[in-house]
């Protein structure tokens, strides 16, 4: 009977923590929910200042400066979720995809509206012609982020021309709402400094927005070639005068940060052209030192959106 001893089945030994996740794993995707929040957020403020013009009050400077912070958090928030997944090994495809949904909200329809709105509550009495051009705009705006975001999930495999490793193809998401809110910005400061009101005022004009929504989304659907600050370098010959100008930055952001902010915006929009003729010969350097055809644009393999 000792050779015929029944026993039960043997069970599978689990490995520790075989079916579960350690907890560092969600905090890239809280860190883009956050970010998905703050656009929320902002949409929500610029609608309740909306409501409130309509019921005759008009929205003081300090909500809408309050909108752009919730925009401002979406974007820091952005910028590091990537960064800490890579840091705690811990990047998936959902937080891929997580990324690229928060980013059409905070990128795509939370500046469209801002600029929609703001315009609105300049001009409530405004013809519904001149409205539904100025939605369209808004719409365009936010369908032209969301062709630049699917573009770039689907070239982040392709590889990438050596000369285009300084360089993004078209204006990423998060610079194309910077450039959009740069007006926004800067009508609200000067406003608030009851400095150059008529400035102010042009800037809050409709037909300048539905022109801002339409050019900022065309450059953002389009294949130029933009700055990439990631593959920027500096030579230890420009290391203090670089560090010099940064620290005057720095001082100005601290002293008049919405001001500061908006004449960088500016500047980020000038550097188009520029950046299109740098472009130009950094390929004809390439071709020339190679020889051959020039290829397609890719999507330099650095991140961004």
């Known amino acids: 009977m000792g050779k015929f001893r029944l026993r039960g089945k043997r069970r599978k030994t689990k490995t520790p923590h075989e079916d579960s996740v350690p907890l560092r794993s969600m905090v890239p995707n809280l860190i883009t929910s956050l970010a998905a929040c703050g656009g929320i957020t902002s949409i929500t403020i610029v609608a309740t200042n909306y409501a409130k013009t309509l019921a005759g009050t008009p929205a003081s400077p300090r909500e809408w400066f309050n909108a752009l912070l ?29 990324d690229s949904l928060a980013d059409f909200v905070n990128f795509g329809v939370a500046p469209a509206l801002f600029i929609y709105f703001w315009c609105l509550c300049s001009q409530p009495a405004m013809s519904p012609f001149v409205r539904n051009l100025l939605l369209g705009s808004a719409l365009f705006y936010a369908m032209c982020d969301a062709f630049r975001l699917a573009r770039f999930n689907t070239m982040l495999e392709q590889p990438t021309e050596p000369y285009w490793k300084h360089f993004f193809l078209g204006v990423p998401a998060p ?82 940060f919405w001001l500061t902010l908006g004449v960088l915006g500016v500047g980020y929009i000038l550097t188009v052209p520029f950046v299109g003729l740098i472009f130009l010969r950094t390929r004809a350097k390439y071709l020339r030192d190679h020889g051959g055809q020039p290829a397609a644009p890719q999507q330099p393999s650095a991140p961004g959106t």
Not at 79 to 87: P, T
Request: hydrophobic share 60%; charged share 10%.
């Open 70 to 98: 919730a925009l401002l958090v979406a974007c820091l928030c952005d910028a590091i979720d990537g960064r800490v997944a890579r840091l705690l090994k811990c990047s998936s495809k959902l937080g891929a995809e997580l």
């Open 175 to 256: 610079g194309g709402c910077w450039m959009v809110l740069t007006p926004a910005i800067l009508s609200l400061s000067l406003e608030v400094k009851e400095t150059a009101p008529l400035v102010a005022g042009a800037m809050q004009n409709v037909y300048f927005g539905i022109f801002m929504l339409l050019f900022i989304g065309l450059l953002m659907a389009s294949r130029l070639p933009t700055i990439s600050l990631k593959a920027i370098h500096v030579s230890h010959a420009s290391l203090m005068p670089t560090m010099a100008g940064l620290l005057l930055l720095i001082a100005f952001l601290v002293a008049q």
